[in-house]
């Protein structure tokens, strides 16, 4: 009894930490991605396409090496979403479109709604 005791206590205790690790590892990557999205619409605001260009390109190979960690932890759907209006998004600002701007909310909006599906909440849980 005392050793099935200890068994279930360690599988809790290795859940717990890898459910930690998982959320802090989407914190992480959500808070860079809505950051650097944030950041090119305001370098484009300021006039600075190439900086905005720079940033969105950073942001799809940051999210390229993140995407597959991402998809075992979130919903696959999710990050593939996020993906394309990455694209989708970096596209306007190389082809001079004026749609930059709605691109860039729903890439952010597309962020969020992975953030929000994920945290913690007892609707989640549920």
Do not use: P, Y
């Not at 009894?1 to 990557?29: D, G, N, P, Q, Y």
């Not at 190439?50 to 390109?57: K, Q």
């Not at 909006?109 to 945290?119: F, P, R, S, T, Y």
Request: proline residues 0%; aromatic residues 4%; contains cysteine.
């Amino acid at each position: 009894m005392r050793a099935k005791l200890i068994c279930t206590l360690a599988v809790l205790a290795l859940t717990v930490a890898l459910c930690a690790v998982s959320m802090a590892f989407i914190a992480r990557c959500m808070d860079q991605a809505d950051e650097m999205c944030s950041r090119a619409v305001l370098q484009m605001e300021s006039g600075d396409t190439r900086a905005a260009l720079e940033t969105m390109t950073a942001l799809a190979e940051k999210w390229d090496g993140w995407e597959s960690l991402l998809e075992m932890v979130a919903n696959h759907e999710d990050v593939h979403e996020v993906t394309h209006r990455i694209l989708d998004t970096r596209l306007c600002l190389e082809r001079g479109d004026d749609d930059f701007h709605r691109q860039a909310a729903q890439l952010s909006h597309a962020i969020q709604h992975i953030w929000d599906g994920e945290a913690i909440r007892l609707r989640n849980i549920l």
